[in-house]
């Protein structure tokens, strides 16, 4: 399902990508669209509260018996009271797995308030008592949230800088689209000789690297929060980089040719040489070697978005990266719909001031 989302995202993105054309305005109901798909997926990424499971409660204590985790539960009844009048604990179930329970320990305050919601969910900031069945409230924002309509899973080591997931990832695998695209409009050019599929195929890259130099300034900020700073030359840094680098020179080469023929040609040849270099630099090249990145070639799973094992993206999560992905991809062609009417227009106000000399 996980799969099936992603693709029909990215699918979605696309089909309405082309309609009703790549190079005339886009009408007002495809406009609205992208705004709304926009917009929902910025208030899912970033609103939702984070809400982990009892196992993610175990593992981390056990990594740091000091770490507080939003444990998703819901409240059960208290057991017996404590000696000298203290509040008697309260018994908390997994919300994601009824068949686990926990007994947590809280001040007077906090047990109260977890008793007056008996049978509803909520996000309680907790860590590990003395053993796996017994929780220690957190001194402070002990409740988190009190029947959230939407949760997203807790990812051990990342928390709530996973959220970056929802930006960073969609707008690397948009620059592999454009890039895609940009060679398909490079080959019809040397096919038909029209100059306006070289436009199109320049339009593509040039926003295509826009979301390449994106993708790489959200990941170096995910970098510097969890690897402790923006840029460690790990082999998908690297790669991105050298990838970069080749279409910088793309555009280097478009620049230097005033011959709009000639530059067209050559430019079409180079855009496909150098799309093959992308699937290598994106997908191949930084598994087969050690590195710092969800995936490389020591990482036990394929990251959390394509391990078919990862429990990290809950059904939730899997909906709103697929709606990302279709939004980011919306942007995308958006914004080549804009360069690429741009440059005609250009080129027909040079025609006209040509025919007018």
């Keep these: 399902m996980k799969y099936l989302l992603m693709l029909g995202g990215v699918g979605l993105g696309l089909l309405l990508g082309f309609m009703p054309s790549i190079s005339r305005p886009k009408p007002m109901w495809w406009r609205i ?35 507080a985790v939003p444990f998703y539960a819901v409240v059960e009844d208290e057991v017996a009271p404590k000696e000298g009048g203290a509040a008697p604990d309260i018994m908390l179930r997994d919300a994601r797995d009824s068949r686990i329970s926990a007994v947590l320990s809280a001040d007077a305050s906090t047990v109260a308030a977890l008793r007056a919601n008996k049978g509803r969910s909520v996000i309680v900031n907790v860590r590990r ?24 899973p807790y990812i051990m080591g990342l928390e709530e800088r996973a959220r ?7 707008m690397s695998w948009t620059a592999v689209v ?16 029209d100059l306006a599929h070289d436009a199109a195929s320049a339009a593509a890259a040039g926003v295509g690297t826009l979301y390449c130099i994106l993708a790489t300034i959200t990941g170096a900020v995910w970098a510097k929060f969890n690897w402790g700073s923006f840029w460690n030359w790990d082999p998908r840094e690297t790669s991105i980089f050298v990838l970069l680098l080749i279409y910088f020179a793309y555009f280097l080469l478009r620049t230097s040719i005033d011959d709009d023929e000639r530059r067209a040609r050559l430019s079409s040849v180079y855009g496909i040489v150098a799309f093959v270099t992308v699937p290598f630099f994106i997908f191949i090249l930084p598994r087969l070697l050690p590195g710092l990145h969800p995936g490389s070639s020591d990482d036990t ?13 809950n059904p ?30 250009e080129r027909t106000m040079e025609q006209q001031r040509l025919e007018n000399v």
């Excluded at 929902?40 to 609103?47: A, G, K």
């Design 33 to 67: 669209l992208t705004i709304a798909a926009v917009t929902l997926t910025v208030l899912f990424s970033l609103l939702p509260p984070i809400g982990g499971t009892l196992t993610d409660v175990m593992m981390a204590s056990r990594a740091d018996s000091t770490k």
């Design 129 to 152: 008592g003395a053993n796996d069945v017994q929780l220690v409230a957190a001194p402070t924002n002990t409740i988190v949230a009190v029947e959230p309509a939407i949760t997203l």
């Design 164 to 170: 970056i997931i929802f930006f960073h990832v969609p």
């Design 178 to 193: 454009a890039y895609l695209i940009a060679m398909i409009f490079g080959i019809r050019y040397l096919r038909s000789r």
């Design 301 to 313: 799973t394929a990251g959390p978005l394509l391990s078919p094992k990862s429990e990290a993206i």
């Design 316 to 345: 939730t999560k899997q909906v709103v990266f697929a709606l990302s992905l279709m939004a980011f991809t919306l942007i995308y062609f958006w914004l080549m719909n804009l360069r690429l009417r741009a440059t005609n227009l």
